[in-house]
């Protein structure tokens, strides 16, 4: 018996050297391995050559700005099958195809000009890029409240048929600005 009281009576601890050794040259081994990326958290951005640190003056850049109004909301209706047919009110919210508006009325406003007919706005960009003789010259297109896309497409496609090559879009306005 006194054996197993020898036993008990013996502390048992555990040695933590060689574990701290393991520990310390897993350490230095990340740390020699590792390799830092110099450019890491650097954004590459391609700035303009017009702004910046450049010690020319840039002459600014005048676009052409083409407000779309909507000046008759109109009434929203099922497209026609055929030109003959009369227009049905659009009533019927499980109707999934598309619809059109049937009296809507728009107008454009380029500068001070104003116009109700998208002949004219061509004719008046073409007239714009003519005097201008920029071939570089860029065109805002600027719906106002009510502005659907349907309203602003075939803007656009007056303003690529007037040779227009830089064009944007601006953010649609909740109210009228004058």
Known sequence: MSLITDIQAEKIEMDMTPMIDVTFLLLIFFMCTLKFKVLEGKLTAYLPKDVGVNTS???????????????????????RAKPSDPYVAYDDPTFKTR?????????YTIGTQKFT???????????IKIARGDDDAPAVLQPYAGSIMGDVIPVLDAAVAAKFKDITFGGAFAKHIK
Do not use: N, W
Request: net charge positive.
């Open 99 to 107: 619809y059109v508006f049937d009296g809507r009325r728009l107008s």
């Open 117 to 127: 007919d998208l002949k004219d706005v061509q004719d008046r960009l073409r007239k």
């Open 57 to 79: 003056d840039a002459p600014p850049v005048e676009k052409v700005q083409i407000d779309i109004h909507v000046t008759v909301e109109g009434r929203k209706v099922k497209p």
